[in-house]
Structure formats: C-alpha cells, structure tokens
C-alpha cells in the first residue's frame, strides 16, 4: 500500500519559502503524486500534481526524485493567508484492488507575521 | 454558482433518527466521493461512485449508505445515526487525479 508520510506540524515566517516532504516508499509505478490544501471547516483544494522531476505552476512547485519514493512540496514566499494543512496523496488500492486515495493527517503549516 | 454543493450546510439531531446528505456538482465528472473528517485528524473516504450504476465501498461505510441518483447528484444516509458519527462530512467530484470538494455539512449526533 502507498502509505504517506508527512510532518504533523511546521511553523514559517511571512516570506520565507516552505518545503514540505511526503515519503511514500511503496509508490506505483502509475501512480501520481497529489498535493492538496484545506483551510478549517472548508474542503481540500488542489495545490498540485506530478508524476517525476519537477512541475511548477502558479502556486507552488513539485519535487520528485528518480526513484519517486518521496516529493516535497515547495511554497515560495509564503503570506499568512498560506496558513492551512496540506496533504500529500498517491493513489493506493485495497486488497479487494479498488482504487482509491488516502488523505492522512496532513501537515498543519502556520505561517507567523 | 459552486461547481460543489452540499444541502444541508449543518444538521443537528438525535441518536437513531434517519439523515440524509445530498451532494450536486456541475462539473459534469462521472466521479463523486463522499469523505468524513474529525477534528484535527485528515479526510476518510466513506463511498465513492465512478458512473451511475457503479458504488463502492471506502474505509469506513459501516453504518452508512448512499444513492447515485443522477451523474451530479450523489446522497449519503445515515439509517440510524449515533454520536460518534458527529463529524464534518465533504462530497468530491473529479478526474481519477484531481478532485473537487464541496464546503461541508456539520453534522452533530446527540
């Protein structure tokens, strides 16, 4: 199973850049790599996804090495409004073989003025 | 207009009674989730539904069902509701790799 793992918590000043690493060791080789964010009492809201190297877009950026057994998410310049858990996902399967995602915990960033 | 809607947006009610949660989206995806969240913890998927005539179990559907009535509208009910069912419940629709979540129905069980 493509179990993630992901820090609980991380503190950040306004401005700096963020990077948040999600290890998921056992990831399939179709598998894609998923980030999403959530404010409280709101649905998740997709950030980005790839599937290797790198993927940019006007948010953040994606970082996956070859062997793909991790990625970090990177926030450049982050504001207060960047406050939010982030969630990693991989596409994963049951034992019956039905896809399905796994949101985990999530980390729980807190950006300070 | 939100892509995701979700009626009602909060519910309070009584160990044992029957609920409903209805879900549409005009997204026009053939996908749709329904996930529950507890405090502080991540998103756990209770069924989700690929077409019409397709449903399917996730983590945790003990103690619910759901109906797909439609490709954009998609029901979750609690047939006997109990208090450790209190959570906050989204409906998702998308693509296998990108999905659009609803705002939520607080549900709290006394």
């Known amino acids: 199973l493509a179990k993630t793992t992901q820090p609980i918590s991380m503190d950040s000043y306004e401005g700096q850049e963020v990077n948040i690493t999600c290890s998921h060791n056992?990831?399939?080789?179709?598998?894609?790599i998923t980030w999403y964010q959530q404010f409280p009492s709101q649905g998740p809201r997709f950030i980005i996804q790839g599937y290797k190297t790198k993927v940019t877009n006007e948010v953040a950026s994606l970082f996956i090495p070859a062997d793909r057994k991790s990625s970090t998410l990177s926030l450049p310049r982050v504001s207060l409004s960047d406050t939010a858990v982030y969630y990693c996902?991989?596409?994963?399967?049951?034992?019956?073989?039905?896809?399905?995602?796994?949101f985990g915990t999530g980390t729980r960033l807190k950006v300070l003025a | 207009d939100a892509d995701v809607t979700q009626t009602p947006r909060n519910r309070i009610t009584k160990t044992g009674k029957r609920i409903m949660l209805e879900c549409s989206q005009t997204k026009g995806h053939d996908r749709m989730y329904w996930y529950r969240q507890d405090p502080g913890l991540g998103l756990q998927l209770i069924y989700y539904?690929?077409?019409?005539?397709?449903?399917n179990k996730g983590e945790i559907s003990d103690g619910y069902s759901v109906s797909r009535q439609a490709q954009a509208k998609f029901s979750l009910s609690l047939e006997s509701a109990i208090p450790n069912q209190t959570a906050l419940y989204f409906c998702a629709t998308g693509s296998e790799n990108e999905q659009f979540f609803g705002p939520g129905t607080r549900l709290t069980v006394l």
């Open positions: 539904s690929f077409d019409v005539k397709d449903i």
């Open positions: 056992n990831i399939a080789t179709n598998d894609y």
């Open positions: 996902l991989v596409g994963d399967y049951w034992d019956s073989g039905t896809y399905k995602y796994i």
